[in-house]
């Protein structure tokens, strides 16, 4: 037998690793708690928002900067063209503003609370994502219960053809038996593919979530939620939601903003000290060798009403930022009724369709049992199955009820927030 040569097993190598990368990766069957880590860690949008906040950071860093003294070396030269003579000279000079006033204290302020601002509003978005991210978590487990009862309903009629195609052959039932076996398994496909369809939609929205990592909830029977033990208070939401954060630090920063507008005219002090390192004109300030202490004070007299103008602004924004956080803290409230509504009604949903199936389960038992002693019409038995599956469908649809108010509740108060790294801050 020929033996495969060094650089023919290289290439088959590269040539499985290169097959190997390009195959889809397999979702990793992921809890509730992974799920949102996951997304939380790996969402672009989420990502995007967090390097806008690192990037105020730096922005609050360069203000801070600025109102520290500044050192420069300066050089400088001139020469008359006709009389070819000039002059040079270096010097080194230090200088900085003073802010007896606090102005400098206010712009600093001002900025730090954008930073603190857009680090709020990260939280918010993240709160707003993982809320989503836990409903389609939930959206997936059930579309996988659903594909797995309409797989079971395909199972079912396909085993009633067999028998019922038997019983034909054995002139025990009419060819209108038949008939309607290969018709109810038809529509049993039909369901059964579009369940499939849905399964795979909510695969592909866990992985967008995910930053197009592919996950799958984790296999198992699907338990009826119940509310956390913390009630949700009104007040207890409007301090922890990190919309009404936002909010709180905005009024703050108004209110920051309208106090440095009002010292648009107060007096401008700054200070420089130069040394002259070296020079070759005859005479120069301050000489070589020697410094010079400056102080320059400015005071304006006039500036058009500027400051005027940009102190009434301050006082709308700041009235404005008021009111936008009465209004969060009112839908708030408005927010948590309607979540705890929804909450009751889909209780009540899920007690009244698990009822239901339990009955529609004892009614396909009975249909099927008179119906292979040959007591009952095939119609009896295609009716409890349909009806069977009906009711188990609509149990799911009434937990999902559940799971939407309860993520509605969680989102509302704010948790899903605390998951979140938070950007760094200044």
């Not at 390009?22 to 880590?37: F, I, Q, R, V």
């Not at 609370?113 to 709020?120: I, V």
């Not at 956080?325 to 948590?336: D, S, T």
């Not at 007690?351 to 009975?366: C, D, F, G, Y």
């Amino acid at each position: 037998m020929k033996r495969i040569s060094f650089w023919g097993r290289w290439l088959l190598g590269v040539a499985l690793t290169v097959l190997a990368a390009g195959l889809p990766a397999e979702a990793a069957p992921l809890s509730l708690e992974d799920y949102l880590t996951l997304v939380a860690a790996r969402n672009p949008d989420l990502e995007a928002t967090r390097q806008r906040v690192a990037a105020l950071r730096h922005a609050a860093e360069a203000v801070a900067a600025t109102q520290r003294p500044q050192v420069h070396l300066v050089g400088s030269g001139a020469r008359v063209v006709r009389e070819e003579e000039g002059s040079a000279s270096l010097y080194l000079a230090v200088t900085h503003r003073f802010d007896p006033w606090g102005k400098d204290d206010l712009q600093l302020r001002q900025t730090l609370l954008q930073h603190d601002q857009a680090a709020a509003s990260f939280a918010a978005q993240g709160n707003r994502l993982l809320q989503q991210a836990e409903r389609l978590y939930w959206d997936a487990s059930l579309a996988r219960r659903n594909l797995a009862l309409q797989e079971t309903l395909v199972r079912q009629r396909t085993e009633d053809l067999r028998v019922t195609k038997r019983k034909f052959d054995l002139g025990a039932v009419p060819k209108l038996d038949v008939i309607r076996a290969e018709v109810a398994l038809s529509r049993a496909r039909g369901e059964s593919t579009a369940a499939r369809l849905l399964w795979k939609d909510a695969l592909t929205g866990l992985a967008r979530l995910a930053g197009e990592t592919p996950a799958e909830p984790l296999p198992g029977g699907l338990e009826r939620p119940s509310l956390p033990e913390t009630p949700a208070d009104p007040e207890r939401a409007f301090q922890r939601n990190p919309e009404a954060q936002a909010l709180r630090i905005a009024l703050e920063a108004a209110r920051a903003g309208r106090d440095l507008a009002a010292l648009g005219k107060v007096p401008e002090v700054s200070g420089r000290v130069s040394y002259m390192v070296a020079t070759d004109e005859d005479v120069s300030v301050p000489p070589q060798d020697d410094a010079r202490l400056a102080l320059e004070v400015s005071l304006p007299l006039y500036d058009g009403g500027r400051t005027r103008a940009q102190t009434a602004q301050g006082d709308r924004l700041v009235a404005a930022a008021s009111q936008d956080l009465e209004v969060k803290r009112q839908n708030l409230v408005q927010e948590l009724s309607e979540a705890r509504n929804r909450w009751e009604e889909a209780c009540a949903q899920e007690e009244t369709k698990r009822r239901e199936v339990a009955l529609a389960a004892e009614e396909l038992r009975i249909a099927r049992l008179r119906y292979d002693q040959g007591v009952g019409n095939q119609l009896d038995l295609l009716d409890a199955q349909t009806k069977d599956a009906g009711a188990r469908v609509e149990h799911l649809r009434a937990l999902r009820g559940m799971y939407v108010a309860l993520t509605a509740l969680r989102g509302a108060m704010g948790e899903y927030a605390d998951r979140l790294s938070a950007p760094p801050g200044p």
